[in-house]
């Protein structure tokens, strides 16, 4: 049995099946009783370990598509006794990975001391508690408040990462978000609506680098952005994209050009689950025209740690072997 902690952390390297380890967490939790059960299983699929940490495990269900699910975000759901789901931003298809006598609630029309009482309730009962959040649940996942009470409460828990609906819409749109010499620099971020936005993160002034720009919970506010970029330099040819609802089986992709933003939203009738990108490296014709932007990284005239250039000195990539070696994957 694992030493009781102060914390979450993992603090064993004690191996049981996921079964095992069940049995044993709940027996250890009793309400007031809150040590992490934590145990390290063998996969006898993947042939690989992984842990099992907590009571409340918070699962990133990617941007919809139910087969964007991570593995270990699979398991824990068909594992749990309780399971609380995004239902507003998550596809109910999910509901066929749970146990058929799991306890399901729909997040959407709860308040956040509800889903505190339902976590917290059954954590202390010594239930295993999945709650589910659409995409990866570090990005605008209302994952804070729940961390502190969590913690507050001496209650385990674990993070299990997600697909963000960022990477499903470039996946979608057929970007790769960092073309050499084009945007080396991705920024997540939003505009403000309902919620504010702390100074210093306005948008012109985190756009007046260039990069690519990932905008979250802002298409309702499509003017505004424009606005904002072109308040900080931005041209209005530069290529946007927006994508709605991706990986969903309604899902609707529009490109265009930064200052046909607004009318390009309204036209769809765009007010929410869709994502705005901005950059040069969104241009859909990008690799028509640039076809030579390449990274170092597979570049034959490059070396680095796992491989030494074979071309003849003059040939090679500049200022790739007079730099210090270095792993870049
Ligand atoms: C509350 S945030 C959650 C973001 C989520 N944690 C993620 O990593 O994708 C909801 C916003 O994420 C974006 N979003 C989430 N799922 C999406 C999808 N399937 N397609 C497009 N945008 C999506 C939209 O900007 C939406 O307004």
Known sequence: MPEPTPDHRPQTTDRRPPTADREARSTVHGPRSPQPA?????????????????????????????DLLTIRGLRRLGEADVVIYA???????????????????????????????????????????????????????????????????????????????????????????????????????RVPTRTTVPDGERLRDLAAGGGTLALFLSVTAAARVVEELRAAGWADETPVAVA????????????????????????????????????????????????????????EGYSHGFRTSRLPRAARRRGANTRRRETTE
């Open 38 to 66: 934590t145990a390290e299983a063998s996969d006898s699929v993947l042939g690989t370990r992984y842990s099992v940490l907590g009571t409340v495990s918070f699962i990133g269900a990617g941007p919809g598509a139910p």
């Open 87 to 189: 239902d507003s931003l998550v596809d109910e298809r999910i509901r066929a990975f749970v146990r058929p006598d799991a306890e399901v609630h729909g997040s959407s029309a709860l308040a956040l001391p509800q889903i505190l009482d339902l976590m917290i309730g059954a954590a202390r009962a010594g239930r295993r508690v999945a709650r589910v959040h659409s995409g990866d649940p570090s990005l605008y996942g209302a994952l804070h408040e729940q961390l502190v009470a969590l913690e507050r409460e001496g209650i385990p828990y674990e993070i299990v990462p997600g697909v963000s609906s960022v990477f499903a819409a470039a996946a979608a749109l057929h970007a790769e978000l960092t073309v050499p010499d084009v945007a080396q620099t991705v920024i997540l971020t």
């Open 244 to 299: 709605y609802r991706v990986t969903w089986p309604d899902e609707r992709l529009l490109r265009g050009r930064l200052a046909e933003l607004p009318a390009m939203v309204r036209a769809a009738g765009l007010t929410r689950q869709a994502l705005i990108l901005i950059g040069a490296a969104l241009d859909s014709e990008l690799r028509v025209r640039a076809p030579d932007r390449r990274s170092h990284l597979y570049h």
